[in-house]
């Protein structure tokens, strides 16, 4: 067994001792959640009882494979933003080409982003690359503090050293660097931090508002507004009487695009140039699926440095837009919708863009037909085929009706970026079900594990 399966499987030994038993302790975590506002639909944002470990190599080689991934990924960008040829591979809708080619006035194309990543001991692949707020940096943090104070966890760090990986402070200081290349003259810009009203609860107030309120104590003026309450007048973009500097944005532009045209007030203030849009709008070209089929493709990456051909090479999946034509793998010409149909069991079929209207499908869970009719789906929509990469597992105490259980949770790790640097990383947890669906999932915070 690993260190690191010892240091776990000590952990769950503890919670079957004196006086862990006794799930006040548990009950008292989740409290502690709820008063936080540290929650998701209602539930504790975390459904599980002890933290995700990794170790300081593992985190050391995410590090390093990320930064040189997210390089990569700004060369691609800045090849596509030059050539309609490359921008046309992308499946994006005109708007979306039109806010891309909008000059955001800072230099960077993600200033906050993040990478869906399984690892698992000495492996390591990138499942997608998410230019977006990097979701759970907030609730990590919080979270780690109260697993810190938990019982079981005092003792536990009687014989391991834990670190936390704190998120808050460099994604501030990420956009507040964006802010001032933009040529921001405030030392101080009033923040709006941008999401849709959701149906019953009005703005969300979970992580954007823990967000919210460390910007606040920072002290910078933020709000958290939804689109419709947004106006645009005398050239400053505003809701109510709060005057807009800096927009930090939580929505893709495909959903907002699917509820908003482009005389929006948001996207006038970002044609004029008199807002600064955190990510800006041509982040969105890597939130599209297709864009790791531009990272894949050896004819466009062949003069990339070393590191960077490897990173891709290694973590990378490879990606292809569905089409009828020829395409290569692993060097090797091959016609694509027949390579589709012969290769089902390591293959996935997703949709360009994340959307309820649109599934995935997985070829090692469907039948020669099923996969056919997938695929001819595939043809007629923006879906790209990719490789499968294989989720990781392992086993967590949960608190359920009361009692402790162990379940088995996919475990989806998010080093978060901020303008090209690893700081920090949270846990996405998912229960697995016979069915594939669950909405047991939630954040689970993330410490560097040592022995002392």
């Known amino acids: 067994m690993t260190q690191l399966g010892e240091a776990i499987a000590r952990y769950h030994k503890l919670l079957e001792a004196e006086p862990y038993k006794d799930l006040a302790w548990a009950h008292e975590l989740q409290a502690r959640m709820k008063a936080q506002n540290l929650v998701l639909g209602g539930k504790p944002v975390s459904p599980v009882l002890r933290p995700h470990f990794i170790t300081r190599r593992q985190y050391t080689n995410l590090v390093k494979a990320a930064e040189s991934l997210v390089n990569a990924v700004d060369r691609v960008e800045t090849m596509a933003i030059n050539s309609p040829a490359l921008m046309s591979r992308m499946e994006m809708l005109p708007a979306e080409k039109m806010l891309a080619s909008v000059d955001p006035k800072y230099p960077y194309f993600a200033?906050?982003?993040?990478?869906?990543?399984?690892?698992?001991?000495?492996?390591?692949?990138?499942?997608?690359?998410n230019p977006n707020t990097p979701t759970g940096v907030a609730y990590n943090d919080a979270l780690a503090d109260l697993f810190m104070d938990a019982p079981p966890m005092k003792e536990f760090r009687k014989r391991y050293s834990l670190e936390r990986l704190p998120g808050m402070k460099f994604l501030l200081q990420a956009i507040l660097k964006a802010y001032k290349e933009y040529g921001g003259k405030n030392k101080r810009p009033?923040?709006?931090?941008?999401?849709?009203?959701?149906?019953?609860?009005?703005?969300?107030?979970?992580?954007?508002?823990?967000?919210?309120?460390?910007?606040?104590?920072?002290?910078?003026?933020?709000?958290?507004?939804?689109?419709?309450?947004?106006?645009?007048?005398?050239?400053?973009?505003?809701?109510?009487?709060?005057?807009?500097?800096?927009?930090?944005?939580?929505?893709?532009?495909?959903?907002?695009?699917?509820?908003?045209?482009?005389?929006?007030?948001?996207?006038?203030?970002?044609?004029?140039?008199?807002?600064?849009?955190?990510?800006?709008?041509?982040?969105?070209?890597?939130?599209?699926?297709?864009?790791?089929?531009?990272?894949?493709?050896?004819?466009?990456?062949?003069?990339?440095?070393?590191?960077?051909?490897?990173?891709?090479?290694?973590?990378?999946?490879?990606?292809?837009?569905?089409?009828?034509a020829k395409t290569t793998y692993q060097d090797e010409k091959v016609d694509l919708p027949?390579?589709?149909?012969?290769?089902?069991?390591?293959?996935?079929?997703?949709?360009?863009?994340?959307?309820?209207?649109?599934?995935?499908?997985?070829?090692?869970?469907?039948?020669?037909?099923?996969?056919?009719?997938?695929?001819?789906?595939?043809?007629?929509?923006?879906?790209?085929?990719?490789?499968?990469?294989?989720?990781?597992?392992?086993m967590f105490?949960?608190?359920?009706?009361?009692?402790?259980?162990?379940?088995?949770?996919?475990?989806?790790?998010?080093?978060?970026?901020?303008?090209?640097?690893?700081?920090?990383?949270?846990?996405?947890?998912?229960?697995?079900?016979?069915?594939?669906f669950s909405t047991l999932a939630g954040v689970a915070p993330t410490f560097i594990l040592e022995s002392k």
């Open 190 to 324: 009033n923040i709006a931090i941008l999401e849709f009203k959701h149906a019953f609860n009005g703005t969300e107030t979970g992580e954007s508002g823990l967000i919210a309120e460390y910007f606040k104590r920072e002290g910078l003026q933020t709000e958290i507004v939804a689109p419709e309450q947004l106006e645009y007048r005398n050239n400053v973009l505003r809701r109510g009487e709060f005057a807009i500097d800096l927009v930090f944005r939580r929505i893709k532009v495909h959903e907002f695009l699917m509820r908003y045209d482009l005389t929006h007030p948001l996207l006038r203030a970002y044609r004029e140039g008199t807002v600064c849009v955190v990510n800006n709008f041509r982040s969105e070209l890597t939130q599209k699926k297709a864009f790791f089929d531009l990272l894949t493709d050896d004819n466009l990456t062949a003069s990339f440095p070393a590191v960077e051909k490897k990173a891709i090479r290694d973590f990378v999946p490879w990606t292809r837009v569905v089409s009828t």
């Open 111 to 129: 200033v906050t982003s993040l990478l869906d990543t399984h690892l698992h001991n000495g492996t390591l692949r990138f499942a997608q690359f």
């Open 397 to 436: 105490p949960l608190l359920q009706y009361g009692h402790l259980e162990m379940r088995k949770m996919r475990i989806d790790l998010h080093p978060h970026t901020y303008l090209g640097k690893v700081h920090g990383c949270s846990s996405w947890l998912t229960a697995v079900t016979s069915s594939g």
């Open 338 to 394: 027949d390579f589709i149909l012969k290769n089902r069991t390591k293959l996935v079929l997703r949709p360009n863009d994340d959307s309820a209207d649109q599934h995935s499908f997985h070829g090692a869970q469907t039948d020669d037909t099923r996969w056919e009719k997938a695929l001819k789906t595939a043809l007629r929509n923006p879906y790209v085929v990719q490789e499968v990469v294989e989720p990781v597992y392992d």
